[in-house]
């Protein structure tokens, strides 16, 4: 990671993509309610049988977009709002954007295969968790290289603090019946992936 110098940095594409899921829930709240499913459903939410049936694989892209009620988005929008600006800063906006849409995408993609092939049709999936999840995965990959490069008991506790904070958010996760595990799960892989892949 680089060290904090950017007294001039702004996040600009952290805060362009927190515009768009604010935007994107005022239409909901503009449609009749974001925790409406009919309504989610039109604008986009990842819906295994439309995209089966009707082809709808942009699905996976707006679905990344649309959140359930306010707490779900308050979240998110803190999640993305911190890790986004860090991980910007590090990888650059190119990269940035190229993980946390790629952890997304991905991640929604996947789950798309997955409730498919498992005939799952009575769910749908929205949320920016997914992308958020990637970044935490790639800041998991900074701060193993960190503790790889300089071997010490600072860097080792932040190393197990970060690791309790994952076993952590997937525990809670399993406990709340609305979260899908499998999709932050799968960003989370992605991101490290990813991660390891834009900083080679």
């Known amino acids: 990671m680089k060290p904090p110098t950017a007294r001039h940095f702004y996040p ?50 707006t679905a990344n977009f649309l959140h359930y009620g306010y707490l779900h988005l308050g979240v998110n929008l803190l999640g993305l709002g911190i890790l986004g600006a860090i991980m910007e800063q590090d990888l650059g906006v190119g990269r940035f954007l190229g993980l946390y849409l790629g952890s997304g995408l991905g991640a929604m993609a996947l789950m798309a295969v997955y409730l498919i092939a498992l005939q799952d049709y009575n769910r749908l999936i929205v949320g920016a968790s997914a992308g958020i999840m990637g970044l935490f995965g790639g800041l998991g990959v900074f701060y193993f290289r960190m503790w790889r490069q300089f071997p010490s008991a600072w860097t080792r506790r932040r190393l197990f603090l970060f690791g309790g904070l994952v076993i952590f958010q997937f525990v809670l996760d399993s406990q709340m019946p609305d979260i899908s595990v499998m999709s932050h799960g799968f960003g989370f892989g992605l991101g490290i992936v990813l991660t390891l892949l834009l900083t080679r």
């Open 12 to 61: 600009y594409a952290t805060m362009t993509l927190v515009g768009l899921n604010l935007a994107m829930f005022l239409g909901e709240l503009a449609k009749g309610g974001s925790q409406n499913l009919n309504i989610l459903q039109e604008l986009g939410a990842l819906d295994p049988i439309a995209i089966q049936q009707q082809g709808e694989w942009w699905r996976i892209i």
